[in-house]
């Protein structure tokens, strides 16, 4: 038995000695491509060769010195000048990741800074080692715990930017404006730009659409969530001509690209850019408002402005203002030429990254907070209870509820109240409506004043309140023992709209006293809970239509 185990460690050991004696025979550089990052090299260290004549445009790097792995090998061994554009081979070391990669300009490439990246990489000239007499390697081995720690650093790499929640589409041009050439630099950007975003599993992730005589979706968000893959799959898009159809593959977009079985994902703003080199073919403003009512922001970078002596082909000349947002110009770019795009790179991944800004798909439906009050006195009774909270379920049923849309909120009161759903308490419509439907019935007395106050304070004062349009609902089914008026008109006065909705025994009266204007629109009745539902809908209606109100 021991001897067993002995002889195993025994020609392991010769195993490992024998590997590592053919790595270090191995000496000769791998060749790679102008391309290829560090990223792509998980050994602590290796000796590379760099082709020649990689154009300088094409390489993305970042940092002075310490580079962040997502840059390309050779770029930085031109930039740190241990080769020149003819080539050769590069020693690249393996470092960790670091805050505030400098930009600096060195033999011809401008590297661009990066505020932080989870590993990084220094580039020496590849000694020839001269086979030394002595036998003794020149290498200096890093000890093994610092290996683990580089590999385990590689690793964390691939979840992606976590400070960049968004579903991006990008809408590639493939028509005979661009040619096969511009083609292949608008890959080329759109592979930096990913790489800038950092796509993940957690992070940002993107799928393309080829704009041409009809769409084509080369890949959805959900097929590629790797850098190297997505850059991959880029690479392999082919070129495929014709008209610049930009609005019928916008509106192909809108209507097939962003469903959660082709990998949109909820609660994560939808980005469709549109790139558009000269001008479309066809008509884009109808493609972008239904984009934008579907819920997503349209962005639009156009290339290549027309020139004076074009102007005449220009369909539509005002396209820019009419495919984007009309709030300001934050959601379209203009890029002079496909040449030296680097410097767009970064801004323009911070535009696509600035969540707070996505207003372009605000709607009723994603951007509104709603409380409901829920009258949980004696009279309602138990299974009476039960119809009021299918009554609220089905009206939040119809929001868009998560972490940047819609939320919901709870208090029930008798002469207490109670907070049931905090706004933030829940991301999702399946655990707000299972919270809705949980909520237990408490019995007692009805101070409806109370509740209204309570829920300006404890529900509404404590949230950041952002852009949502703010509601209150109550649902009652009697007169209320305390002051109304007062605690809903200072709910008004703090930008929150009031409906009132009674049953049984609760007073006309006291629910147009607690209704915003228009009250005829604001207040319901009916004498029975089973009659709830009929309000449904109305109410719906109404926080739509209040949504579009002026304030
Ligand atoms: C993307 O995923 C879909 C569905 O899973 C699949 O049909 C399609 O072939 C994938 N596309 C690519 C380019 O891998
Ligand atoms: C555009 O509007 C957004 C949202 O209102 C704002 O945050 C941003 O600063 C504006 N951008 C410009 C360029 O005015």
Same mark, same amino acid.
């Given at each position: 038995?021991?001897?067993?185990?002995?002889?195993?460690? !025994?020609?392991?050991?010769?195993?490992?000695?024998?590997?590592?004696?053919?790595?270090?025979?191995?000496?000769?550089?791998?060749?790679?491509?102008?391309?290829?990052?560090?990223?792509?090299?998980?050994?602590?260290?290796?000796?590379?060769?760099?082709?020649?004549?990689?154009?300088?445009?094409?390489?993305?790097?970042?940092?002075?010195?310490?580079?962040?792995?997502?840059?390309?090998?050779?770029?930085?061994?031109?930039?740190?000048?241990?080769?020149?554009?003819?080539?050769?081979?590069?020693?690249?070391?393996?470092?960790?990741?670091?805050?505030?990669?400098?930009?600096?300009?060195?033999?011809?490439?401008?590297?661009? &800074?990066?505020?932080?990246?989870?590993?990084?990489?220094?580039?020496?000239?590849?000694?020839?080692?001269?086979?030394?007499?002595?036998?003794?390697?020149?290498?200096?081995?890093?000890?093994?715990?610092?290996?683990?720690?580089?590999?385990?650093?590689?690793?964390?790499?691939?979840?992606?930017?976590?400070?960049?929640?968004?579903?991006?589409?990008?809408?590639?041009?493939?028509?005979?404006?661009?040619?096969?050439?511009?083609?292949?630099?608008?890959?080329?950007? +759109?592979?930096?730009?990913?790489?800038?975003?950092?796509?993940?599993?957690?992070?940002?992730?993107?799928?393309?659409?080829?704009?041409?005589?009809?769409?084509?979706?080369?890949?959805?968000?959900?097929?590629?969530?790797?850098?190297?893959?997505?850059?991959?799959?880029?690479?392999?898009?082919?070129?495929?001509?014709?008209?610049?159809?930009?609005?019928?593959?916008?509106?192909?977009?809108?209507?097939?690209?962003?469903?959660?079985?082709?990998?949109?994902?909820?609660?994560?703003?939808?980005?469709?850019?549109?790139?558009?080199?000269?001008?479309?073919?066809? =008509?884009?403003?109808?493609?972008?408002?239904?984009?934008?009512?579907?819920?997503?922001?349209?962005?639009?970078?156009?290339?290549?402005?027309?020139?004076?002596?074009?102007?005449?082909?220009?369909? =539509?000349?005002?396209?820019?203002?009419?495919?984007?947002?009309?709030?300001?110009?934050?959601?379209?770019?203009?890029?002079?030429?496909?040449?030296?795009?680097?410097? !767009?790179?970064?801004?323009?991944?911070?535009?696509?990254?600035?969540?707070?800004?996505?207003?372009?798909?605000?709607?009723?439906?994603?951007?509104?907070?709603?409380?409901?009050?829920?009258?949980?006195?004696?009279?309602?009774?138990?299974?009476?209870?039960?119809?009021?909270?299918?009554?609220?379920?089905?009206?939040?049923?119809?929001?868009?509820?998560?972490?940047?849309?819609?939320?919901?909120?709870?208090?029930?009161? &008798?002469?207490?109240?109670?907070?049931?759903?905090?706004?933030?308490?829940?991301?999702?419509?399946?655990?707000?409506?299972?919270?809705?439907?949980?909520?237990?019935?408490?019995?007692?007395?009805?101070?409806?004043?109370?509740? +209204?106050?309570? &829920?300006?304070?404890?529900?509404?004062?404590?949230?950041?309140?952002?852009?949502?349009?703010?509601?209150?609902?109550?649902?009652?089914?009697?007169?209320?023992?305390?002051?109304?008026?007062?605690?809903?008109?200072?709910?008004?006065?703090?930008?929150?709209?009031?409906?009132?909705?009674?049953?049984?025994?609760?007073?006309?009266?006291?629910?147009?006293?607690?209704?915003?204007?228009?009250?005829?629109?604001?207040?319901?009745?009916?004498?029975?809970?089973?009659?709830?539902?009929?309000?449904?809908?109305?109410?719906?209606?109404?926080?739509?239509?209040?949504? &579009?109100?002026?304030?």
């Amino acid at each position: 038995m021991s001897m067993t185990v002995s002889t195993v460690l !025994f020609a392991l050991g010769i195993l490992s000695l024998a590997s590592t004696a053919v790595e270090s025979e191995a000496n000769s550089p791998v060749p790679i491509s102008c391309a290829t990052s560090g990223a792509d090299f998980t050994d602590e260290t290796a000796l590379v060769e760099c082709p020649s004549d990689c154009p300088l445009w094409q390489f993305s790097v970042f940092g002075s010195g310490v580079y962040a792995s997502v840059s390309s090998i050779c770029g930085s061994a031109i930039h740190r000048g241990v080769i020149s554009t003819a080539g050769g081979p590069v020693r690249i070391q393996k470092l960790s990741g670091q805050e505030n990669y400098l930009s600096s300009y060195g033999h011809g490439i401008k590297s661009q &800074t990066l505020s932080r990246w989870i590993s990084s990489f220094s580039v020496s000239r590849a000694q020839t080692i001269p086979i030394d007499v002595s036998g003794q390697p020149k290498a200096t081995a890093l000890p093994n715990s610092a290996k683990k720690t580089v590999k385990k650093n590689l690793k964390k790499a691939n979840s992606g930017n976590k400070d960049c929640k968004v579903d991006i589409a990008f809408l590639l041009d493939g028509s005979y404006n661009i040619g096969r050439r511009r083609f292949n630099l608008q890959k080329n950007f +759109i592979s930096k730009l990913a790489l800038m975003l950092g796509i993940g599993p957690e992070g940002p992730h993107l799928g393309i659409v080829q704009v041409s005589e009809n769409p084509k979706t080369e890949f959805y968000l959900k097929n590629f969530t790797q850098p190297k893959d997505v850059v991959f799959a880029i690479k392999e898009v082919a070129f495929r001509g014709g008209n610049t159809n930009t609005g019928k593959a916008l509106r192909h977009t809108a209507e097939t690209f962003f469903t959660p079985e082709n990998g949109a994902r909820r609660g994560f703003p939808r980005v469709a850019v549109m790139f558009v080199d000269g001008w479309p073919s066809d =008509d884009i403003e109808e493609a972008a408002t239904v984009a934008r009512e579907s819920g997503i922001n349209v962005f639009l970078v156009s290339v290549a402005k027309p020139l004076p002596e074009e102007l005449g082909m220009v369909q =539509d000349r005002g396209f820019v203002q009419k495919a984007v947002c009309k709030d300001n110009n934050s959601f379209s770019y203009n890029m002079p030429s496909w040449f030296s795009t680097t410097k !767009f790179v970064k801004p323009l991944a911070q535009r696509l990254c600035a969540e707070e800004q996505m207003l372009c798909s605000k709607s009723c439906f994603n951007s509104v907070n709603i409380a409901f009050l829920i009258d949980g006195s004696s009279s309602v009774g138990d299974s009476n209870f039960r119809l009021v909270l299918d009554f609220i379920a089905n009206i939040v049923d119809a929001f868009d509820i998560s972490n940047i849309g819609s939320k919901i909120g709870a208090v029930q009161f &008798t002469y207490d109240q109670k907070k049931e759903i905090g706004f933030h308490d829940y991301t999702t419509k399946e655990d707000t409506l299972a919270a809705v439907r949980g909520i237990r019935y408490m019995s007692g007395g009805t101070a409806t004043g109370e509740a +209204i106050s309570y &829920t300006v304070s404890n529900l509404y004062n404590p949230l950041k309140r952002g852009t949502n349009r703010n509601f209150i609902v109550i649902i009652t089914d009697g007169q209320s023992y305390d002051e109304i008026r007062g605690p809903a008109v200072s709910a008004q006065k703090e930008g929150i709209t009031v409906y009132s909705v009674g049953v049984a025994w609760a007073p006309m009266e006291d629910l147009k006293a607690m209704a915003s204007e228009p009250k005829e629109s604001h207040a319901f009745f009916t004498k029975e809970f089973t009659g709830l539902h009929q309000f449904v809908q109305p109410i719906i209606k109404g926080i739509c239509r209040d949504f &579009t109100a002026p304030h």
